[in-house]
C-alpha cells in the first residue's frame, strides 16, 4: 500500500507565502507524474501544476509566475511553493502521484486547507 501525506497548510494572508510538501511511501518502485490540485469551496477539483519524473512542469495560467511546482526523487516528495498568495487561492490542496509499485495506480492525498485573508 502507498500513502501520500500532505504538510505545509495553514492560513496565510493575501500577498503571503507557503510551500506545501507531499511525501510518498510504501510500497513504492518508481513515481511518474506526481501533481498538486485544490478544490475550492462550491467548485470542482482542478490541475494546478503536475512535474513528470523527469522535471517537466506546466502550470494552470492562473498560477503562472506564482507557483512553482518541484520533487526530490530521492525521498519520493514533491513540493508546491506558493508566492503572492490571493484570496481566490483559497482551496483544499491535494496532491497525486502515478505510482509503479506492485501495480501501477494512481493515489491521492488527504487534502491540506490553504485559507487565504485578504
Known amino acids: 500500500q502507498v500513502q501520500l501525506v500532505e504538510s505545509g497548510g495553514g492560513l496565510v494572508q493575501a500577498g503571503g507565502s507557503l510551500r506545501l510538501s507531499c511525501a510518498a511511501s510504501?510500497?513504492?518502485?518508481?513515481?511518474?507524474?506526481m501533481g498538486w490540485y485544490r478544490q475550492a469551496p462550491g467548485k470542482q477539483r482542478e490541475l494546478v501544476a503536475p512535474?513528470?519524473?523527469?522535471?517537466?512542469?506546466n502550470y494552470v495560467d492562473s498560477v503562472k509566475g506564482r507557483f512553482t511546482i518541484f520533487r526530490d526523487n530521492t525521498k519520493n516528495t514533491e513540493y508546491l511553493q506558493i508566492n503572492s498568495l490571493r484570496p481566490e487561492d483559497t482551496a483544499k490542496y491535494y496532491c497525486?502521484?502515478?505510482?509503479?509499485?506492485?501495480?501501477?495506480?494512481?493515489?491521492w492525498g488527504q487534502g491540506t486547507q490553504v485559507p487565504v485573508s485578504s
Open positions: 510504501g510500497r513504492i518502485s518508481s513515481i511518474n507524474t
Open positions: 497525486k502521484a502515478d505510482v509503479l509499485g506492485f501495480l501501477r495506480l494512481t493515489y
Open positions: 512535474v513528470t519524473s523527469g522535471g517537466s512542469t
